[in-house]
């Protein structure tokens, strides 16, 4: 924990400005201490230590009563270095006179923590809660301390595994490198210099990495560094967007700014301002998108926040763009700073930079769960020696959670800070994620096509991503979370919407994805499309609630073409007599044309019919076959002419 200057400060301008007449104990000071007092407050003003020394001395050997002698000489002997001598000093201090620098506790437990004392620690903070000062801010920062000691004395004695690796000379210089962004493949690192070469400025540069050694570190593009600082940059799982932090850019709303660049081929386009709504008229800095390109975390000192710089996050919308953020709220922001948000792909998992939670000292790095509500849990600190009493600033997680890249200057390297791997224990790695690549195409003509497409978790109809397909080759590539059952939907102008419902049990790579490749039928009288997403229980007939976020899509694909009539057709598989599968088909066809019925679709556009066995896709006579054979699909039956308005 590093020293803190605000309670130096507040002793020492309470001995500066203490008053020539006042009482210590209801005795009043003699004249002949005052004097000798003063002129050794004047003596330390003008760094003459050693005159003020000896007059301090003269006054603790005649007047040891008098604390506000104790008080500067331990001013003087941190000013000196020795902080050994300043802590006897303070306590001589509080042991005189209890009652009047509550501040002087709470600076005694910072030097006894930084001094890796811990049970001094403790003692002194049982002596400041004895004395029941109602200062909330002291008694806030004391049960800091306290749990901090507490918390390091534990992690100590139980150290994590840590085995930091220099990524070396390719990268690191003799100047500072911070970590900024890992591609989802690992196979580029972009992160920030400060080189004494470029008038020590902040510029981004990008390292690639063949086989296990990383290339010589080269300039990121012109159009995103400039002759100014930016760093704190974060890169989306597709590698096609960035965003960043620039400061004191012309336009810009605050001292630094979030921008953002897109790629366009193989370079990115001209920066932009995220505009008013995420930026400030203060300080807006390192942000991180998450996997779905929808939430943006980043830091900010705006005011509404819990203390000096918070994290905050915004969500995109589709229709308004960028909405105002939000604070992440006290678990995570505290009366401290806060920084370096790093969201995981697994989009539940956050890592954050924090000296207001209790700690090993300093900034520590915390990992705090995000719930499905975008709530985030209780942090928990990553451990010692991950963290230490020096600053722990900035972490990026590789996408399979095995690996943190962090910057430090305290580890053997090339000078200033450097970045390093280490491989995270298993408690604190984040959920396995896995790749979906596929191409959306016209099931006619193959002809690759840009489509709108969703995945969903169809147990809570939350959106996992929402994009578009690349306008010319059609393909896109996302990560999920894996573990689940999903729901992807896929629609384009013109076209019936697709829907599939798939699980992924086993993580996949960059290299190595899931394929999901999607035909689109287009929208003409007898194409069909397979509602896979809408679920009964087995011989049911009553709509699961995981059914509704397919049927929502239905239901709005029907108010967008009011042209259109469908038949909604139920079927089974052959396990059972065909009477009975009729009957349970058509109830199943007939939940789904009542749901549409209810949601204001005009009967007249809608029918039903239950098929049973007799319209198979698949053999019966495997588990696989039969799951296809079950389900519930609808056709165009008539397409009517669009008035021209």
Same mark, same amino acid.
């Given at each position: ?40 407050? %004047? ?8 005159? %003020?020394?000896? #007059? ?24 000196? +270095? ?33 001094? *890796? ?72 690192? &972009? ?50 967007? &960035? ?34 709504? @995420?930026?400030? %008229? ?24 819990? +203390? ?9 919308? @589709? ?66 020696? &991950? ?8 972490? @990026? ?6 690996? +943190? ?11 200033? #800070? ?20 596929? =191409? ?11 489509? $709108? ?18 306008? =010319? ?27 599939? $419902?798939? %699980? ?33 229980? @087995?011989? *049911? ?18 108010? *967008? ?34 749901? #549409? ?24 006579? =495997? ?8 389900? =519930? ?13």
């Amino acid at each position: 924990m590093r020293l803190k200057k605000s309670f130096f400060l507040a002793i020492l301008a309470v001995i500066i400005c203490t008053s020539v007449h006042y009482e210590v104990f209801g005795q009043e000071t003699n004249e002949k201490t005052l004097s000798k007092f003063s002129k050794a407050r %004047a003596k330390y003003l003008e760094k003459d230590f050693k005159k %003020a020394k000896s #007059l301090l001395n003269r006054i603790n050997q005649s007047d040891p009563s008098f604390a506000e002698a104790w008080l500067l000489q331990g001013n003087i002997d941190l000013d000196l +270095g020795d902080t050994m001598s300043a802590i006897g000093n303070y306590e001589n201090a509080v042991r005189h006179d209890p009652i009047n620098y509550p501040g002087i506790y709470v600076f005694l437990s910072e030097l006894y923590f930084n001094r *890796q004392n811990f049970q001094e620690v403790k003692n002194t903070y049982k002596k400041f809660s004895s004395l029941n000062f109602k200062d909330s801010v002291l008694q806030k920062k004391s049960e800091l301390i306290n749990k901090s000691a507490i918390l390091s004395d534990y992690y100590q004695k139980n150290p994590v595994e840590f085995h930091p690796v220099n990524l070396g000379k390719n990268i690191n210089t003799a100047g500072n490198e911070y970590i900024n962004a890992l591609s989802s493949d690992g196979e580029f690192l &972009i992160f920030t210099r400060k080189a004494p070469e470029r008038n020590h400025t902040e510029d981004f540069f990008v390292s690639n990495k063949t086989d296990s050694t990383w290339s010589p570190a080269e300039l990121f593009e012109s159009s995103i560094n400039t002759e100014g600082n930016e760093g704190a940059l974060s890169l989306s799982p597709d590698g096609q967007i &960035i965003f960043f932090t620039g400061c004191h850019r012309k336009g810009g709303l605050g001292s630094c700014d979030i921008y953002y660049s897109v790629k366009e081929g193989s370079r990115w386009g001209e920066p932009i301002n995220s505009g008013p709504t @995420v930026n400030s %008229a203060g300080w807006d800095s390192q942000p991180c998108l998450s996997a779905d390109g929808r939430t943006l975390y980043f830091v900010s000192n705006r005011s509404g926040g819990f +203390g000096k710089s918070d994290i905050w996050k915004t969500y995109f919308d @589709v229709e308004k763009g960028w909405l105002p953020p939000v604070n992440l709220g006290r678990s995570v922001n505290t009366a401290e700073d806060e920084f370096s948000p790093f969201i995981h792909p697994d989009r539940e998992t956050l890592f954050f930079s924090s000296k207001g939670h209790p700690g090993m000292g300093g900034f520590d790095f915390y990992r705090v769960e995000i719930d499905e509500n975008g709530e985030a849990g209780e942090p928990v600190n990553l451990g010692y020696p &991950i963290n230490s009493h020096r600053d722990e600033i900035s972490l @990026v997680v590789d996408i399979q959670g095995h690996y +943190g890249y962090y910057s430090t200057d305290y580890l053997p390297g090339e000078g200033g #800070l450097d970045i390093f791997r280490f491989s995270l224990h298993e408690k604190i790695r984040p959920r396995p994620v896995t790749f979906i690549k596929g =191409t959306i195409y016209d099931a006619q003509t193959k002809t690759p096509l840009q489509a $709108h497409f969703e995945i969903i978790n169809p147990v809570n109809t939350k959106k996992l991503v929402e994009s578009d397909s690349d306008a =010319t080759t059609g393909e896109f590539l996302v990560c999920i979370p894996t573990g689940g059952g999903y729901a992807l939907n896929a629609r384009a102008e013109g076209y019936l919407f697709y829907s599939e $419902h798939f %699980a992924l049990t086993q993580p996949g790579t960059y290299k190595q994805p899931a394929l999901r490749n999607v035909a689109l039928e287009r929208l003409e009288v007898g194409k069909s499309t397979v509602l896979r997403n809408v679920f009964f229980d @087995v011989d *049911q007939y009553i709509l699961k609630p995981e059914s509704m976020a397919e049927l929502e899509i239905l239901y709005n694909f029907l108010i *967008q073409h009011p042209e259109i009539s469908v038949e909604i057709g139920g079927h089974t598989d052959s396990t059972g007599s065909e009477e009975h599968n009729r009957i349970l088909s058509d109830n199943r066809a007939k939940a789904v044309y009542l749901f #549409l019925i209810e949601k204001g679709i005009d009967s007249s556009r809608l029918s039903g019919n239950g098929y049973g066995s007799l319209v198979p896709v698949a053999p019966n006579d =495997t588990p696989e076959g039969r799951t296809l054979n079950r389900r =519930t699909e609808f056709k165009i039956t008539r397409k009517n002419e669009v008035k021209q308005q």
